[in-house]
């Protein structure tokens, strides 16, 4: 293991916010949790040097650490309060969950597979890091734990699911991409009132299918 935070990873962590900055991210909340998180923890030794590139990374079991770019771009839509009861649907590596505790939320995490769901879920409370794990599929959100004030899904979704505006709080907000299998319209859905919601369209982005029962395959 290397988890050691040294001047040098704070440097290039300092450079990586600086050029999320010059893409356009100005929430100066979401910049201050990048520049806490220490990405480098999430990758093995050999592959450091990749951990402050604008990238994303493969995780294993096919799957992804997200673009920083990409994490900055989705926490900024949801507008992070301090105390906001956060539902992530893909916990993949932990590292956007991370993100959004640095801000102050409340995060419960779904992820599908198997063993990314363990992996993260006995890593991060090593690193200081301690969201509420749940395994199975979080396509049909989190019921069990609802409502919430934001719904952030880390991956690419075909519709947006019905189940995921009603387990949230009125006045939330879900982040969500939706497309096809190659690219996904970012879209930041805005609980209104009990019947309505507005949605404002953002970018596109490329992220792995969701799975599960409102996602591409079971
Ligand atoms: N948020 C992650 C991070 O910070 O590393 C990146 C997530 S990765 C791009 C997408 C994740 O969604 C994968 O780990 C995948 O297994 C998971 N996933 C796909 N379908 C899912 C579903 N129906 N429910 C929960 N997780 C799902």
Not at 153 to 160: L, N, Q, R, W
Not at 172 to 188: A, F, R, T, Y
Not at 189 to 209: A, M, N
Request: hydrophobic fraction near 35%.
């Amino acid at each position: 293991m290397h988890l050691k935070d040294d001047y040098r990873q704070r440097g290039l962590r300092k450079k990586l916010v600086d050029l999320l900055r010059q893409k356009g991210i100005s929430d100066e909340r979401v910049l201050a949790a990048i520049n806490k998180v220490p990405r480098h923890f999430f990758f093995d030794t050999a592959l450091l040097q990749h951990a402050y590139q604008d990238k994303a990374f493969p995780i294993g079991e096919g799957q992804t650490i997200s673009q920083p770019y990409t994490v900055a771009f989705q926490s900024q839509l949801l507008r992070v309060k301090p105390g906001d009861k956060i539902l992530e649907i893909g916990t993949g590596s932990g590292y956007q969950a991370c993100v959004l505790l640095e801000m102050g939320a409340t995060v419960y995490t779904i992820e599908y597979n198997r063993k990314l769901y363990e992996g993260t879920r006995d890593f991060l409370p090593g690193i200081g890091y301690e969201p509420y794990f749940f395994y199975g599929d979080g396509s049909k959100g989190l019921a069990a734990k609802a409502p919430y004030d934001k719904i952030i899904v880390t991956a690419a979704a075909p519709v947006v699911p019905d189940e995921l505006i009603k387990q949230l709080k009125t006045g939330g907000i879900l982040v969500i991409p939706v497309g096809d299998l190659e690219k996904q319209q970012m879209l930041k859905i805005t609980k209104v009132s009990e019947s309505q919601v507005q949605t404002d369209e953002y970018d596109y982005f490329s992220f792995v299918p969701l799975k599960g029962e409102r996602g591409w395959e079971k």
